[in-house]
């Protein structure tokens, strides 16, 4: 595994994302077993970062990423676990009950990465950032984040925060470039700060194109780990695909150690 490092933190490039684990908007225990396999498989191939939220299955997939992570018997240090804030409880006092609630759901005293899910129209960031602050201070929390920001309020979010941010996870792949458009990635790569791309997979139309479909072959590999390699190879940028099938699931995990060539990198910057 490739990992990206700021100051003593270490991440890894590729990580395991939870939405429709446990459900999707609202939690859905006819799809547990499944989605509890699919922790048990990530966590036994190797994945150590993984991305929640308290809005994925209304709470019930930190509540299986928790239970998964306690049957693995993998100490917690070894794990780096993210989970969100949604857009509706960005008031002081909800961010620090959310927190609270994620916690106990995931059976972990602390959380490596807390982020703003998404902004809302009438948030307040200094109060938010005030909240998060203090859970960061209280240990709760080890590092912050956001989600869905755009560089202006990536940069409102920086001033107000007293801890440096350490993503902006966004959506962002072969067949997404809107956080290279508006500025965000550049701004990342500028101020030290990771950029989250979600959604890696979501290449659609793509997965039959020429020249991707040329770079898999020569590797012997598939044009989603090209996707996925490609996102991994760019500095600051970390990436959390998501699986229920274990044979997708190692793909990607291997994918961070596919090497392309600086020609197939080039190529597959023009396609989108
Ligand atoms: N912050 C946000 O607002 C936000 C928004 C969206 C997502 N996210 C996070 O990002 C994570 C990933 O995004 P996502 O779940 O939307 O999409 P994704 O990971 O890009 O794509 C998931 C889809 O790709 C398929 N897939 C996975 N690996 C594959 C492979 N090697 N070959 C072929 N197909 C493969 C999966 O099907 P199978 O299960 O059959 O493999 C699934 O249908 C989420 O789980 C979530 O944690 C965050």
Known sequence: MKYETIGDIKVPKI???TWRIGGGSSA?????SKSLAALRSALEMGYTLFDTAEMYADGHAEELLGKAMQESRLARSSL??????EAS???YDQVLRACEASLRRLGSEYLDLYLIHWPSAGMKLADTFRALNELVQNGKVRHLGVSNFDLKLLGQARQVSQSALLTDQVPYGLADRDYVKNGVLEYCRNNNILLTAYSPLEIGKLSSNKKLLSVARAHRTTPHQVALAWLASQPRVITIPMSFDPKHQSENLEAADLVLTAEELNELKGIS
């Open 15 to 17: 990580g395991f994302g």
């Open 28 to 32: 859905d225990n006819s799809v547990d």
């Open 80 to 85: 780096f676990v993210t989970s969100k804030v």
């Open 89 to 91: 409880h960005l008031q």
